[in-house]
């Protein structure tokens, strides 16, 4: 009995470590920051730049607008994400991220959906409710007839304290998603 709970554990441990992102390396971290905005986790994508200010305006304004933070949440889970091109140069690093996703028309013509959508709703809707039915409205929506283009950018990474931050002096859209 005891060796089929020793593979067992062995079995778990490994599923475990296979979802795991390694931010040990300049590429692992973009990518957790990645992982971050589409859990809309953005308190801790802030904590991943070397200055956390940068990204708190996109982080309030993610969590003050509800029609905002489900759009580019949704944009961020629907786009095809590329994290490559890893250069290291002792304590500094670039990372080009790649995004296959929805240009700022498209983006407009989706936030005018969800404005409609947020209109019908009753004043008295709780915000959880409104969050349900706006991410029920982007999912049923036809994205087909959206055409989607390649918007990429570097990322540039300094070590502070022996750990991989993004560099928030050279940072100029920390989401370029194209609008």
Partial sequence: ???????LALLLVSALMVGCIDTSTPKGVVEMLMEHIKKANYQEAEKIFTDPSVFQPIRQGLE??????????????????????ETINGSNATVDATFDSIPGEGLSILRQHLEEVRRQMPENTSEEDIKTQLQTALDSFEWGGLKEETFTTTYHLSKVDGKWRIDSSQVTDPLPLGN
């Avoid at 003050?64 to 091109?85: H, P, R, Y």
């Fill in 1 to 7: 009995m005891k060796p089929l709970r020793i593979v």
């Fill in 64 to 85: 003050e607008d509800t029609i905002n933070s489900v759009l580019i949440t949704k944009l961020i889970q629907q786009a095809t994400i590329t994290v490559d091109n």
